[in-house]
């Protein structure tokens, strides 16, 4: 079980998750939590190294922001044992969750556990702070922020949960963001994949790190919410969103529906280079500077070639990055060699993402059509097999993805 940091702000927030855990306990299930820090608390500690020193060793940023974890997890054991539970917190150097020395965004390598394995068969619960790890020399190591979702998934492959429950402030994954579409559904299940594809695309509701080790480790995810109000049902008997391999939903479920969700994002910017010569190694000319640069490129447009053997290259970058990618272009004017740079921040991205595409004709059409209908012109296309992504005005994104819901059939009771 993963609690994020709103459902960790505090002693009666927390004592409402421990009555949660001790639940799961009282079913016959043996139970390891993942929590993150108080909600805000990391940001605290971030400030605390940069005034102690704007040019801090990552080292001891690590030791510093990995502090928020551990006192969380050492809160929710006292309370667990206050409530008559046995538990004991695990700290990432104590399981020990082995990482590389990438000190700030370390990557998970293995997980030893069998002291606390042995700890839960005895009827111990076991609460082990997210976001952190030790290195081969025996430093404490963080994973990148929102390291916690990878940190619950890592330690349920390494015990071989069940299922791994992250409980965080939606209720599971919707059609759409429910904001913008009052019709959005609940989702019972969701495959691997398409949730990578909508975690990448502009879902908040999980991290694509953790997606992608789940993917790789076959854990099963389920996504529910730990706000539900005191005189509601309990939150762990409300179904949340099964996050599975293909293989689980094969036959009804997968015929069922063709879609699973539309996402919409507006961090992207676009960018085109008019009159780019059209000759080998033009493209790369653009392309490689930005990527020695680490930013980003999403879509990509190249115009057929025009009488004087010039075209136009259009392309997207995270919102973020574009003035760096500007100033980038505009120094390398001469070498690409291109007449004019046009940037456009105003822009968006909204995609629709299912596995039903693999084997159905005609969901881009669909889409086409429908933002065709309301006057919603499309700037630039890309496609995976089980994704469809168009660019558009930003002021456009809410009407684009309600009329898309819609198109394809999503909206629900």
């Known amino acids: 079980m993963k609690f994020g940091g709103t459902s960790m702000a505090g002693t009666e927030r927390i004592r409402r998750v421990a009555g949660i855990v001790r639940r799961q306990q009282a079913a016959g299930h043996e139970v390891a939590v993942v929590v993150s820090a108080m909600a805000g608390e990391t940001d605290r500690l971030v400030n605390f190294c940069r005034e102690a020193n704007p040019l801090y060793d990552p080292a001891e940023y690590d030791v510093v922001v990995a502090s928020g974890e551990q006192v969380t997890a050492g809160l929710l054991a006292l309370t667990l044992q206050a409530m008559g ?44 702070p997210g976001f952190q790890g030790r290195t081969d020399d025996n430093r404490v190591t963080t994973l990148g922020r929102g390291g916690s979702d990878t940190s619950a998934v890592a330690v349920a492959a390494a015990i071989k949960a069940d299922r791994c429950d992250i409980y965080t402030d939606v209720d599971g994954v919707y059609t759409t963001d429910p904001r913008i579409v009052a019709k959005a ?11 990578l594809e909508l975690a990448s695309v502009g879902s908040k509701v999980l991290q694509t790190r953790s997606v992608s080790l789940a993917m790789k480790e076959g854990v099963r995810v389920q996504v529910l919410s730990s706000f539900i109000d005191e005189d509601a049902p309990a939150a762990d008997t409300l179904p949340g969103t099964m996050i599975v391999g293909d293989e689980e939903l094969e036959g009804s479920d997968m015929e069922r529906q063709l879609i699973t ?3 919409a994002d507006k961090n992207e910017a676009k960018v085109t280079l ?7 190694g033009a493209v790369a000319g653009i392309f490689a500077p930005l990527a020695d640069a680490n930013i980003n490129v999403d879509m990509i447009i190249q115009n057929i070639a025009k009488d004087k053997g010039e075209t ?14 500007e100033a980038l272009l505009e120094g390398q004017k001469d070498k690409i060699g291109y007449f004019r ?4 921040s105003k822009v968006a991205k909204i995609s ?4 039903g595409m693999r084997s159905h004709a005609g969901v881009a059409s669909t889409m086409f059509s429908a933002l065709a209908d309301r006057g919603i012109n499309i700037q630039a296309i890309s496609t995976s097999e089980i994704k469809v992504s168009v660019l558009i005005d930003e002021d456009e994104t809410e009407l684009a993805v309600r009329v898309l819901h819609t198109a394809y059939g999503l909206d629900g009771e």
């Open 341 to 344: 740079m046009i940037s456009d």
């Open 274 to 280: 008019t009159r780019v010569a059209d000759k080998p």
């Open 261 to 263: 969700g539309i996402a």
């Open 312 to 325: 136009d290259v259009t392309f997207t970058v995270p919102l973020a990055d574009l003035p760096r990618a």
């Open 352 to 355: 629709v993402v299912g596995v």
């Open 85 to 128: 539970c046995k538990a004991r917190s695990w700290l990432g150097w104590q399981l020990p969750i082995q990482t590389d020395d990438a000190h700030a965004k370390a990557r998970i390598g293995t997980i030893d556990c069998p002291e606390m394995l042995a700890s839960m068969a005895a009827g111990e619960i076991a609460v082990i």
């Open 185 to 195: 559904r609940k989702l019972k299940n969701v495959t691997y994949e398409e949730m």
